[in-house]
């Protein structure tokens, strides 16, 4: 499955995630919005932000019929942890081995003073109740990116 089959109008590619509940799988969501992000790590500062960002929308996202779903490699423990020490409202689902970051384009090389590794780049996916990609947003900045997604979902 290559980048490219991961475009705006594409379906979603096919999921399923270690949930706090379960497996969670992109039928799971089907005739509702799924806001699905993925992030490089728990506890970290701007994944941090970002989590507390999309927590502090869940009210208007919940009011829009906007799922949010935020995806890293992190453990669910780890999750359980992150959730419970910021408040977060919002799903967090586990992807151990990134098969589904990778699915979804989200496993690119990085560049850290000069050194170069594969990490999770911050990336946001809008699939609607369809199942079809309606919005990607790549290399996100965390700082108003939330309301940015809301906004994007309420225009669906």
């Not at 799988?25 to 992000?37: E, I, M, N, P, S």
């Not at 384009?105 to 050194?115: A, C």
Request: proline letters at 4%; charged letters at 25%; a positive charge.
């Amino acid at each position: 499955m290559g980048m490219t089959d991961v475009a705006e109008g594409a379906n979603a590619p096919d999921f399923e995630l270690a949930g706090p509940a379960g497996p969670l799988r992109l039928a799971d969501f089907k005739g509702r919005t799924l806001a699905l992000y993925f992030y490089p790590k728990d506890n970290t500062t701007g994944c941090t932000k970002e989590a507390q960002e999309f927590s502090a929308a869940m009210n208007d996202f919940a009011a829009a019929g906007v799922a949010v779903v935020g995806v890293s490699k992190d453990s669910p423990a780890s999750h359980a942890k992150f959730r419970t020490k910021y408040d977060l409202t919002i799903q967090l689902a586990s992807d151990p081995e990134g098969a589904v970051i990778e699915r979804y384009g989200s496993w690119v090389e990085k560049t850290l003073y000069g050194r170069k590794y594969m990490g999770i780049d911050r990336s946001t996916f809008l699939i609607d109740k369809a199942g079809r990609i309606r919005r990607i947003w790549r290399k996100v900045k965390v700082a108003g990116h939330a309301a940015e997604v809301l906004k994007a979902a309420q225009a669906l």
